[in-house]
């Protein structure tokens, strides 16, 4: 190594790395050096300063009062994040003088991870979510839209639209659907179950009878190649067609292969009210059976003679708890459901996908409308549960029915001069679909009940909707769709105090993370994804009503998707860095 000098007077080192069996420097003209100098001078200028180096950080969150999601008290801290992912936790004000793109003062707000709806949607702009501060969404409640064949592709009236196209066919349809959607884009993360009436479906067609035992090969296979494509588990719905044909050999069976891949079943059981405590049995049979953890879907107790099981029912998951079985369960908190008006009809009303046949013809019509006013039936019986006044219809498409959105089933029958049960009819044959249906069957003691238990989580049965979109279409949601995780947060936590703060995001998060087997996310911590919502303590709270649902919460301020921005200073930002969320039995595809 040697001074290198030009015209000017201060001497430049450069350093020769020379092989070792050189022993002596080799001799450089001055010409070369002078080149040299020359070249590394412009070298040095065409790139930046070293002074302006890059920020450590791209958002530092200061001086939040930070809920982990593991249950632990809050502390004020610092959060920053960087590459989607959560970069650093520190004591608040620790890094006041570190440099980030972006830094949000949220003095004043809690800072926790983001929301897992564990009963959702399936993506796109999510605004309903994005705004209660949901960073991750399930969907799969007995229905997905694949595997898909033929038979799946005929769709049903409780079945959703079907996806007409082959798409999702094949063995690894689901994984097609996971990045269909994935292409499409989602401001949140999502992931699914795979639907228990689905695959049914997609062998046995809208038949109802046992399946044969190849039957039920066939559908292991389907749900195991939905595991390795990413399921978290089977998701059933028993009530509507055709999973009410599944009997509990069946559900056990095809649950096993989920069980083997560590999935979860998780279940809309049969009944909710009249045979609520024997459906939760039946439940936690298929669990045992198929070895998979047990997940209840929206736990009621519904209709007010059916009240007083809720204790029971809680006492029953306790139980098996203490047994040493997996078992848990989600809920919404609201005394109303929603589902179809078909759920006022026999279920045999829907086999072999004649409904809309069957109602149009006078026989077979009036012996639906004799069993649609039975007390005791083997079905879950909606319009007795609830009866005709506590049936809202929110959603009607054809010209004549519009006058009826958001009217109660008894004054729609009132301004017809019909019976009850001849207007439900009507309306379902008219409108040829299941028909969007809110009714009102449970008790608010037992909401508090529910929220009480450790092993409670929520979820909020509805996609992500706009509010904008619901008006211009003229349609009514269940208020739910926009409020459950902002009325935890505002009336149970902060108002009532059922529920700690630190427990409740716990549920929220932490609780369904661990349930699915997801670990990179549910928690504040550094290395994890960085899923993050911030909110107004003081000022959280669902404002969506029955008679007014389509109104957004308020007091979530922030929520980071991965790392990105959704929603900023109250407003939806509308990026769109969600991702596809895989299950525990995930395969990768080769690449074709």
């Not at 801290?77 to 980030?100: F, N």
């Not at 004799?370 to 809202?392: K, Q, S, V």
Request: aromatic share 6%; with cysteine; glycine share 10%.
């Amino acid at each position: 190594m040697g001074p290198a000098t030009t015209g000017n007077t201060e001497p430049v080192a450069i350093c020769w790395h020379l092989p070792p069996d050189i022993a002596t420097p080799i001799p450089i003209p001055l010409e070369s050096r002078m080149l040299f100098r020359t070249g590394l001078v412009l070298a040095l200028a065409s790139l930046p300063s070293l002074a302006q180096s890059p920020p450590a950080y791209d958002v530092i969150l200061s001086g939040g009062k930070i809920v982990d999601g593991t249950g632990n008290p809050w502390f004020y801290g610092d959060l920053a994040i960087r590459g989607g992912r959560i970069a650093k936790i520190t004591a608040a004000g620790a890094l006041d003088k570190t440099e980030a793109r972006e830094r949000i003062d949220v003095h004043g707000l809690v800072v926790a991870p983001g929301f897992l709806d564990i009963q959702g949607g399936t993506g796109g702009k999510s605004i309903g979510k994005i705004t209660q501060g949901v960073t991750s969404e399930f969907s799969g409640e007995g229905t997905t839209a694949a595997p898909a064949n033929d038979r799946t592709r005929a769709g049903g009236e409780n079945l959703g639209r079907a996806i007409k196209d082959k798409a999702f066919d094949g063995p690894h349809g689901f994984d097609a659907m996971l990045k269909t959607r994935q292409a499409a884009g989602s401001a949140v993360n999502f992931g699914s179950y795979v639907g228990a009436s689905t695959v049914r479906q997609y062998v046995k067609g809208l038949a109802q009878g046992h399946a044969t035992s190849q039957e039920i090969a066939e559908m292991q296979n389907l749900v195991r190649l939905a595991m390795e494509d990413g399921a978290f588990g089977v998701g059933s719905a028993l009530i509507y067609p055709p999973g009410v044909y599944a009997d509990e050999q069946e559900l056990a069976a095809i649950t096993k292969p989920a069980g083997d891949l560590h999935g979860i079943y998780i279940s809309h059981i049969r009944s909710e009210a009249d045979n609520f405590l024997e459906a939760l049995d039946e439940a936690i049979a298929i669990g045992k059976k198929a070895g998979t953890p047990v997940e209840i879907y929206h736990l009621k107790a519904s209709g007010k003679r059916n009240w007083s099981k809720e204790a029971a029912a809680l006492a029953k998951i306790d139980a098996a708890r203490a047994a040493g079985q997996d078992v848990g369960a989600c809920m919404y908190p609201y005394t109303a459901g929603a589902t179809g008006l078909t759920s006022v009809l026999p279920p045999w009303t829907s086999a072999d996908g004649k409904l809309f046949e069957n109602l149009a013809d006078p026989a077979i019509r009036a012996r639906i409308k004799t069993e649609m006013a039975m007390e005791n039936t083997d079905w879950e019986n909606m319009g007795l549960l609830a009866g005709p006044e506590g049936i809202l219809l929110t959603t009607l498409e054809k010209p004549e029915n519009k006058p009826y959105v958001g009217k109660r089933l008894s004054e729609i029958a009132t301004m017809q001069g019909k019976d009850w049960r001849d207007a439900a009819m009507d309306i379902i044959l008219t409108e040829h679909t299941r028909v969007e249906t809110t009714y009102f069957m449970m008790s608010e003691e037992n909401v508090q009940l529910q929220i009480r238990k450790p092993w409670m989580k929520f979820g909020v049965d509805a996609g992500g909707a706009d509010p904008e979109e619901l008006k211009a279409q003229g349609r009514l949601v269940h208020p739910r769709t926009f409020g459950t995780f902002p009325r935890i947060l505002g009336r149970y936590v902060r108002d009532e105090k059922i529920l700690t703060l630190e427990d409740a995001i716990r549920k929220m998060t932490s609780a369904v993370a661990r349930r699915l087997s997801i670990y990179d996310r549910g928690l504040l911590q550094e290395g994890l994804a960085a899923d993050v919502t911030v909110f107004n303590p003081d000022t959280i709270i669902d404002v969506a009503t029955y008679e007014d649902p389509d109104r957004l919460s308020i007091g979530v301020e922030h929520v980071f998707v991965n790392g990105i921005a959704v929603m900023r200073a109250g407003k939806v930002t509308g990026a769109m860095p969600g991702v596809a969320l895989r299950g525990p039995g995930y395969k990768p595809v080769p690449a074709q």
